[in-house]
């Protein structure tokens, strides 16, 4: 009779799920499962010529494989990107979707999708999840902004062959914890061995995982040293480094900030030599007066920086903003500011590209110049939404110390 109980322990406890999923806290506003749904914006929303991407969100949860399965079956256009807003939830299944997602060679992002019928709510409630799941496309918009994928959303998240992590959004993680349903009284020590041996495997099939999706090792090493009561966003230059997002110069749309004082918000990161660091840039672009604007440049200070420089942002060659050479100081940050003149500001919206250019002069007295560049998408449909708050007059932003790039 006690060999038949244990029995019947040991095959329960077999069915022990693996989980992921962070505190409940973080699992706040978030669907409690997985849906998946196709979306449309405005022109360029999602990208250059992009107006239509594929919104996966909400909780990981043990039946997800089996739609998001049928629902790509039906999804003919496979060139649309998927964007991911989720907090995590169970790691077979997003291992499963994660290859789904392979074999689609598929472009993921990470954003949250609002549907427009649903904006001043919570997005999630039941009104609203009826909507995004009752099939068709659901008008929305994008934003990255405080945009998540944790725990195990970053499996889906590797599955794709291409994976962008805007600026201002996260990816995180933190180790697994195997929930067990025990039925009877077994040992202890027969359930310790169970979730021992359960844990090792759980280990094994993550890094085989990660290491087929083509992501450096290095990533299931920092996995298994993150508490699963905890949680590690994964930093630029680790999302880098293993990997994940390989882009030099990671960049958001601009975007209309609805603050105090409204203007239109840009973010980047900026590779500095290998990879083994990247600094972080913003442009914040405020209206002055109908006819004026003014742009503000913040960046992370240069570690070790000797010499004064001169920033420069050009639209073509003919029309420019010059910052000047004494960039006002704001703890890590160096923050420059300047007017832009009716006719620089219209060379900017007609362009597709702003070029920064930097001169620095050493104490050597030794010149020399970088230049990047950077898109003006979304900046077409922010500004007229800024102008439409723009005052008759205003006063010259000052700089501020919640002028910071995101991390």
């Not at 009779?1 to 706040?28: D, T």
């Not at 997602?101 to 993921?108: F, I, M, N, P, T």
């Not at 990255?144 to 291409?162: E, I």
Request: aromatic letters at 8%.
């Amino acid at each position: 009779m006690m060999f038949r109980l244990l029995l019947v322990a040991v095959l329960l406890l077999a069915h022990g799920e693996l989980r992921a999923e962070p505190s409940p806290a973080e699992k706040n506003g978030f669907a409690p499962r997985l849906i998946i749904y196709n979306a449309r914006g405005s022109a360029d929303s999602c990208g250059p010529g992009c107006d239509r991407w594929i919104a996966v969100e909400g909780q990981v949860d043990a039946d997800a494989a089996s739609r998001i399965r049928r629902f790509l079956a039906d999804a003919k256009d496979t060139k649309r990107p998927f964007y991911f807003h989720s907090p995590g939830g169970a790691v077979e299944q997003s291992y499963i979707i994660g290859r789904l997602l392979r074999g689609r060679k598929a472009v993921a992002r990470v954003g949250r999708t609002l549907a427009k019928a649903c904006i001043g709510g919570t997005q999630v409630d039941a009104a609203c999840l009826k909507i995004k799941t009752a099939g068709g496309e659901v008008e929305a918009e994008l934003t990255t902004r405080n945009a998540m994928c944790n725990s195990a959303c970053t499996y889906l998240f590797l599955g794709a062959t291409t994976r962008e992590v805007a600026p201002d959004a996260a990816v995180a993680v933190h180790n697994s914890k195997l929930t067990l349903v025990v039925h009877g009284q077994p040992p202890p020590r027969l359930v310790a061995e169970f979730r021992e041996r359960g844990m090792a495997r759980a280990d094994r099939e993550r890094a085989a995982f990660v290491v087929s999706m083509g992501i450096s090792r290095e990533l299931d090493d920092l996995i298994k040293t993150v508490k699963f009561e905890s949680i590690h966003v994964l930093t630029r230059t680790e999302l880098y480094r293993f990997g994940i997002d390989t882009r030099p110069l990671p960049e958001t749309a601009w975007t209309l900030e609805a603050a105090a004082r409204p203007y239109v918000r840009k973010f980047a990161a900026a590779k500095q030599g290998n990879g083994a660091s990247f600094r972080a840039m913003e442009w914040r672009l405020f209206c002055e007066n109908g006819r004026r604007a003014r742009l503000m440049f913040v960046r992370e200070l240069e570690q070790g920086a000797a010499g004064t420089s001169t920033v420069m942002m050009m639209a073509g060659t003919e029309k420019s903003v010059a910052f000047g050479k004494f960039p006002a100081r704001v703890g890590k940050y160096e923050v420059w500011s300047d007017v832009v003149a009716p006719e620089a500001m219209q060379a900017i919206l007609e362009s597709s590209r702003l070029q920064m250019g930097e001169s620095t002069q050493t104490t050597e007295g030794k010149t020399s110049l970088a230049t990047f560049d950077i898109d003006t998408l979304g900046l077409g449909a922010s500004w007229p939404q800024l102008l439409a708050s723009c005052p008759a007059t205003g006063p010259r932003p000052a700089a501020s110390t919640n002028a910071a790039p995101a991390n």
